[in-house]
């Protein structure tokens, strides 16, 4: 599913970023830790095509087969929204849409049918318990009921993986365990796959596999 190698970042004289190889498979749940400046959130940040790698010799990125570091940066845009969805750790709902138009937002993007859009994010909505709250605005939402809404909108045009950058940040400990759960009920009934950035212990240890990263290098596998 995602294939890296030899992945650099540099920030002028700064060195995020020293060499990183990752590869995560199909339906894999894989949690990143380490301590505040590690390089966790820049790295997927490069992995979900958010930032460019500094590219060195032998650098690449493949994600579902397609070379990323190949791509015009138009080309790139339209990949990300058909095959990347994101979760990050503030929900970033846009305030005056419901719920239900939060979810549509990457298929109108895509330019997806409006009527089976609507009714794909209903699907989504209901699915996650949130079938009563289509027509509410974020503000009339608890933040675990915003958080599960960012779901439904990164799960929305069927991406291969979905980036999580401290998901459960934000949250109270019942809703964060609910939302643990709910990532690997959506890798056991959809084969999902995620990969996670957290400091949250218990999600880390969850995961299929947990990576440490050092000092802008991955230390344990």
Do not use: W
């Amino acid at each position: 599913m995602i294939l890296a190698q030899n992945i650099f970042k540099n920030y002028d004289e700064l060195q995020v970023l020293k060499g990183v190889d990752l590869h995560i498979a199909k339906g894999e749940i894989v949690s990143i830790v380490g301590a505040s400046g590690a390089g966790k959130t820049t790295l997927l940040q490069i992995l979900g095509t958010l930032d460019k790698p500094t590219v060195h010799e032998g650098t690449k990125l493949e994600i579902d087969g397609q070379d990323i570091l190949k791509m015009s940066d138009k080309t790139l845009s339209q990949f990300r929204n058909l095959h990347l969805g994101f979760i990050f750790q503030f929900h970033q709902l846009l305030p005056e849409f419901t719920a239900l138009e939060n979810v549509c937002i990457p298929a109108f993007i895509a330019q997806k049918d409006k009527k089976e859009t609507e009714a794909e994010a209903i699907r989504l909505l209901t699915y996650l318990g949130l079938s009563e709250r289509a027509n509410h605005k974020p503000s009339a939402l608890s933040g675990g009921e915003q958080q599960r809404v960012a779901v439904a909108r990164a799960l929305i045009n069927k991406p291969a993986v979905i980036f999580a950058d401290e998901p459960s940040g934000n949250l109270d400990t019942q809703s964060a365990e609910n939302l643990h759960q709910l990532f690997f009920k959506l890798r056991d009934e959809l084969g999902q796959t995620f990969v996670i950035v957290t400091h949250n212990e218990e999600l880390a240890q969850m995961a299929d596999r947990k990576l440490v990263m050092v000092d802008g290098q991955i230390s344990g596998r």
